[in-house]
C-alpha cells in the first residue's frame, strides 16, 4: 500500500519534473520508500535531470518483454525510477492482454511508501486517468495569467469528472510572497466559485537560479545545492504533505492501476480509435474558459499552442545551455531553427495581439459584481510561506 500521488499542471514548464524529482529525494531522505514513474513524454524529463538515459521503459513492460523490476533504475539517490517514455502513450491504447500484463506486473513491486507521477502538461487522457485514479494531486501553477488560466481548466476538468479530494497546490517560481499568495488566492477562489472541486495550498517554491543550475548539471538541486532557497521550499512541502498523512489513505498500486485503466475505458472507449479521433476526444475534454466574445475554438487553439511553445521553449533553453556546457542531451535534439515552430509562434502571436484586450479570463476574471455565486473565503494564513523567511534573509546577504 502506498500513497499515490499525480503530480500536475494546466501548462508546460512549471515546474513539475522538478518538484516530482527533489520531492521524492526528500522524502527518501527521510526514510520513505519512494517510487518515482516518468509519465512525462517532454524532452525535459527526468532522463535530463538525472542525466540517465535507460535503454528500456514501459512499453517493453506492457508487451510482456521485461518486468518493472528490469526497467527499473534502482537507488538514483535512494528512490527508484520507472521510465514511462514511449509506454505512456500505449496506456490510453491497451488491448484487454496488456492492460492484464500492466496491471500484474505492479503485483511485483516491493512495498513503496509513496508511488509519485510526474506527469506531461495538459489535459491528456493518460494525465487524467492518473489524476482520477490518484489519492493525491499536486496541481502546479506559476503567478503567469496564463499558468492560472491552464490551472484552472485543470481543476475544471478534474471537478467534471468528479473528483473528490482535495487539490493540493504548489506556486513555483516565486518571486515575492505576496505575488504567490495573490496567485494562490485566484486559483481558490474561482474554483470555489464555480467548481465543486476542493483546493488546498501545499507550498510555494521560490524562483531560485540554482534549480537551472541543477538542471544544466543534470543533478537534482536537492543532492547538489542542499542548502539553496529551492531545497528549503522543497523541505517545507515535504513536512507539509507528510502532517497531512493522517488523512489519506494509501491504495494498493494494483487498484490505482485498474482505476486509471477503467477511466481510460469508460471516458476514452475508443481504444481502437485512431490518432485523429483520440485527439479531437482529448480536445473536447479539454475545458477551456471562454470569454463571452471570443470563438471558442480560437481560444482552445490559443491555449494548446501556448502550453507547446512554453514547453518546446523550456526544452530549447536546457539544450542551449547544454550544448554551450558541451552536454550533449544524448537524445533527440531539436532543428535549431524550425519553421514549423516559429510560423506557430508569428500565428500565436498575430492572434495574441489581436485578442490580446479582448481575453479575459471569464471566471478569472469575474468582477464580484457579476458574481454567480458567493466567493469563498479565503485564509491568507493557510498558505504556506517560508518563502517569506527566504526572502528577508535574501534581502540581508
Ligand atoms: N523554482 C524554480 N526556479 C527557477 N527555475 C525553475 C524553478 N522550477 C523550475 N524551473 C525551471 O523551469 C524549467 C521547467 O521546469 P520543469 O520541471 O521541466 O517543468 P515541467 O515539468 O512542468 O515542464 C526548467 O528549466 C527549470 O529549471
Ligand atoms: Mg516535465
Known amino acids: 500500500m502506498a500513497r499515490i500521488i499525480t503530480i500536475t499542471s494546466g501548462k508546460g514548464g512549471v515546474g513539475k519534473t522538478s518538484i516530482s524529482l527533489n520531492l521524492s529525494l526528500a522524502l527518501a531522505e527521510k526514510g520513505f520508500k519512494v517510487c518515482l514513474f516518468d509519465a512525462d513524454l517532454g524532452l525535459a524529463n527526468v532522463n535530463i535531470l538525472t542525466g540517465i538515459y535507460p535503454e528500456k521503459d514501459m512499453a517493453s513492460v506492457i508487451s510482456g518483454q521485461f518486468s518493472l523490476k528490469e526497467i527499473m533504475i534502482k537507488d538514483f539517490g535512494g528512490i527508484d525510477i520507472i521510465p514511462g517514455s514511449s509506454g505512456i502513450e500505449q496506456i490510453a491504447d491497451l488491448t484487454q492482454t496488456q492492460t492484464g500484463t500492466l496491471i500484474s506486473a505492479f503485483l511485483d513491486l516491493d512495498d513503496y511508501d509513496f508511488f509519485i507521477f510526474d506527469t506531461s502538461a495538459g489535459v491528456s487522457a493518460q494525465v487524467l486517468s492518473f489524476c482520477m485514479a490518484s489519492h493525491e494531486i499536486i496541481l502546479v501553477a506559476t503567478c503567469e495569467p496564463t499558468s492560472l488560466t491552464d490551472a484552472y481548466s485543470m481543476l475544471k476538468v478534474l471537478s467534471k469528472y468528479n473528483y473528490k479530494n482535495p487539490v493540493k497546490v504548489v506556486i513555483n517560481q516565486v518571486k515575492s510572497g505576496k505575488a504567490a499568495q495573490k496567485a494562490y488566492n485566484r486559483i481558490k477562489q474561482t474554483a470555489g466559485r464555480f467548481l465543486s472541486i476542493p483546493v488546498e495550498p501545499l507550498g510555494i517554491m521560490a524562483a531560485d537560479k540554482n534549480v537551472q543550475a ?18 528549503k521550499c522543497i523541505q517545507a512541502i515535504t513536512n507539509r504533505l507528510l502532517e497531512k ?70 526544452d530549447i533553453t536546457i539544450i542551449k545551455q547544454m550544448l554551450k556546457q558541451n552536454k550533449s542531451p544524448q537524445r533527440k535534439i531539436l532543428p535549431k531553427k524550425n519553421p514549423k515552430i516559429q510560423k506557430v509562434s508569428r500565428i500565436k502571436n498575430q492572434v495574441q495581439d489581436q485578442f490580446s484586450n479582448r481575453i479575459p479570463d471569464k471566471a478569472l476574471d469575474q468582477k464580484p459584481d457579476q458574481k454567480p455565486g458567493p466567493a469563498p473565503k479565503v485564509s491568507h494564513k493557510s498558505v504556506t510561506l517560508d518563502f517569506e523567511a527566504w526572502y528577508k534573509k535574501r534581502k540581508q546577504s
Open 214 to 231: 541543477a538542471v544544466i548539471s543534470q543533478t537534482p538541486f536537492f543532492q547538489l545545492f542542499p542548502d539553496t532557497v529551492a531545497t
Open 245 to 314: 498523512s493522517k488523512m489519506v489513505s494509501d491504495i494498493p498500486l494494483e487498484l490505482f492501476w485498474d482505476k486509471a485503466l477503467r477511466f481510460l475505458d469508460t471516458h476514452y472507449s475508443g481504444k481502437k480509435t485512431s490518432k485523429k479521433e483520440q485527439q479531437r476526444k482529448e480536445a473536447s475534454t479539454q475545458v477551456v474558459v471562454h470569454s463571452h466574445d471570443i470563438d471558442p475554438e480560437l481560444q482552445r487553439q490559443l491555449t494548446v499552442f501556448d502550453s507547446k511553445i512554453t514547453a518546446m521553449a523550456n
